[in-house]
C-alpha cells in the first residue's frame, strides 16, 4: 500500500512560478515510476511529467521547458516545478505511481489533488 498527498497548489498570475509536492508512504519498493497528472474542468485527466528512478523523466509537449519534474528519494517526494504559468495550466493536479511501477505495485495510487489556479 501506498499514500500520496499533494501539496503546493494556488492562484498565481500567468507567468508566475509554483511548486507542488507529493509526499510518499508506504512501500518504498513500489515507487519506481511517479508521475504528476491534471485534470482541467471538462477535460480529461491527462499525463503532465513522469519520473522513474535513477533519474530518467519525460514531459507533455505543452508543459516542456516550462516545467521540471524531480524527487527526493531519501524523502519519498516528488516535487514539480512550474514555471511561466499559463492560464491553460489551470488544473487539478495529482500525483501517481501506476500499476505495474515495480512487481510490488498492484495496483494504481493517487493522490487528492491540489488546485492551480492562472489568472491572465
Known amino acids: 500500500q501506498v499514500q500520496l498527498v499533494e501539496s503546493g497548489g494556488g492562484s498565481v498570475q500567468a507567468g508566475g512560478s509554483l511548486r507542488l509536492s507529493c509526499a510518499a508512504s508506504g512501500d518504498t519498493r513500489c515507487m519506481y515510476v511517479m508521475g504528476w497528472y491534471r485534470q482541467a474542468p471538462g477535460k480529461e485527466r491527462e499525463l503532465v511529467a513522469a519520473?522513474?528512478?535513477?533519474?530518467?523523466?519525460d514531459y507533455a509537449d505543452s508543459v516542456k521547458g516550462r516545467f521540471t519534474i524531480s524527487r527526493d528519494d531519501a524523502e519519498n517526494t516528488m516535487y514539480l516545478l512550474m514555471n511561466n504559468l499559463k492560464p491553460e495550466d489551470t488544473a487539478v493536479y495529482y500525483c501517481?505511481?501506476?500499476?505495474?511501477?515495480?512487481?510490488?505495485?498492484?495496483?494504481?495510487?493517487w493522490g487528492q489533488g491540489t488546485q492551480v489556479t492562472v489568472s491572465s
Open positions: 501517481k505511481i501506476p500499476r505495474g511501477s515495480s512487481y510490488y505495485c498492484p495496483n494504481d495510487y
Open positions: 519520473i522513474i528512478r535513477g533519474g530518467s523523466k
